[in-house]
């Protein structure tokens, strides 16, 4: 099982879509994917319409009142599942950072999930805060999401800087890839920002796609939906996660990259 981290520097950034997204795209591409929302706000319950932002989840199972297998939620999408943020107040977000920091309670819970699924993409919250660094203690990798705009370019080097260190620490996590979001292609600040954070990073940890800023976006939300699910025929911007899926597979092991995989002849 592969363990996804999905962070960004700072809020805002559409850090959640991002996770949201891409978990249904690996899912729809045959990987047993769980989506784990670990932010206490509960990003990804208030994304969606239906019963998950009432039900039991990440909360209840760290607080030892549930299994995790009787709070996880089925989708329409056969290989996607989903474990809730759960039931948490504003009382207790104090609590559950400093529970968290530590990670242990996170390497129970993962554990226990390991043979379960291919890869747990998880939604962590905003910013380096200490429920993030207990996710990445126990991530095998973590997926950087960035808007285009100046700021992304400043603290890139310090969220590297926070990776070293835990690795300094024997927390394996590594980045994955960097991605950029929110771009505005008619804008050329946004696209030369764009630009300039993919030509700061090395090539294997830069994403060939990059994901606009777009009006589906807002609609999805107001429907509460993924972007894939918003209409029958999937959105040419919903394509794009799909990209960005392919683009991870083989740097998270869950595909042979075509030098890999062998060729079969045309005929008998």
Not at 175 to 186: C, D, F, P, Y
Request: glycine residues 8%; charged residues 20%; neutral net charge.
């Amino acid at each position: 099982m592969r363990i996804l981290a999905v962070a960004s520097q700072k809020g805002g950034v559409g850090k959640t879509t991002v996770a949201l997204n891409l978990a249904c795209s690996l899912a729809r591409r045959g990987a047993e994917t769980l989506l784990v929302d670990a932010d206490p706000q509960g990003s990804i319950g208030l994304s969606l319409v239906g019963r998950i932002s009432s039900s039991r989840g990440l909360a209840e199972c760290l607080r030892g009142e549930a299994r995790a297998e009787e709070t996880v939620l089925k989708t329409r999408i056969a290989c996607l599942k989903i474990l809730p943020a759960g039931n948490l107040s504003e009382a207790d977000h104090e609590m559950w950072a400093s529970a968290l920091a530590d990670g242990s309670a996170f390497g129970r819970l993962f554990r226990g999930l390991l043979n379960d699924y291919s890869i747990l993409v998880v939604d962590t919250a905003s910013g380096l805060c200490a429920s993030t660094l207990g996710v990445l203690k126990n991530a095998n990798a973590v997926l950087l999401v960035v808007q285009a705009e100046p700021l992304s370019t400043r603290s890139l080097p310090q969220f590297l800087d926070m990776l070293r260190a835990l690795r300094r620490n024997n927390h394996p996590v590594g980045l994955v890839g960097v991605l950029v979001n929110m771009v505005q292609a008619k804008l050329s600040d946004s696209t030369a920002i764009a630009q300039e954070i993919l030509n700061m990073l090395p090539p294997q940890l830069a994403l060939a796609t990059t994901i606009p800023r777009d009006p589906m976006f807002l609609r999805a939300s107001a429907k509460g939906v993924p972007l894939g699910l918003l209409y029958r025929k999937p959105h040419p911007i919903a394509l794009l996660f799909d990209q960005v899926a392919a683009e991870l597979e083989p740097r998270m092991g869950l595909s042979k990259t075509e030098e890999e995989n062998e060729a079969e002849p045309l005929l008998d």
